[in-house]
C-alpha cells in the first residue's frame, strides 16, 4: 500500500493552496483519508478526513475550519484545500489512511501513512 502526497510548497500568508495524495495497493471501502501535520517542536495535528464510499467529512471536534478534503473516487486521489493560510500554518504535512470509525469516534490510529510534503507559509 502507498500513499503518496504531493502540492507542498511555499505560500504567502492569506493565499491558498490544495494537496494531493494518490493511494495505491488496495481497495480502501471502509477507510477514510485523514490529513495531519506536525510543525517543529509539535505534535502531531489531525486536521481533517474524508470516507472513500460515503464521502462524508470529518474535523477536528466536527468542526469545519479552513481545511476542506475532497475525493477524486476514479483517480483514487485524495485531496486537502487550505485557505486563508497563516505564518503558524508552516508544517509538514501528511495524507494518510484508517478505518472510518477511527475518525467518528476521535482514535485517529491510521494503518497507512504517506511521506509528509512541507507547506511554508510566508508573512
Known amino acids: 500500500v502507498q500513499l503518496q502526497a504531493s502540492g507542498g510548497g511555499l505560500v504567502q500568508a492569506g493565499g491558498s493552496l490544495r494537496l494531493s495524495c494518490v493511494a495505491s495497493?488496495?481497495?480502501?471501502?471502509?477507510?477514510?483519508m485523514g490529513w495531519f501535520r506536525q510543525a517543529p517542536g509539535k505534535e502531531r495535528e489531525f486536521l481533517a478526513a474524508?470516507?472513500?464510499?460515503?464521502?462524508?467529512?470529518y474535523y477536528p471536534n466536527n468542526a469545519k475550519g479552513r481545511f476542506i478534503p475532497s475525493m477524486d473516487n476514479a483517480k483514487n486521489t485524495g485531496y486537502l484545500q487550505m485557505n486563508s493560510m497563516q505564518p503558524e500554518d508552516t508544517a509538514v504535512y501528511y495524507c494518510?489512511?484508517?478505518?472510518?470509525?477511527?475518525?467518528?469516534?476521535?482514535?485517529?490510529?491510521?494503518?497507512?501513512w504517506g511521506k509528509g510534503t512541507q507547506v511554508t507559509v510566508s508573512s
Open positions: 494518510a489512511a484508517g478505518p472510518v470509525v477511527n475518525f467518528f469516534t476521535f482514535d485517529y490510529t491510521m494503518d497507512y
Open positions: 495497493g488496495r481497495t480502501f471501502d471502509t477507510y477514510a
Open positions: 474524508i470516507s472513500w464510499r460515503s464521502g462524508a467529512e
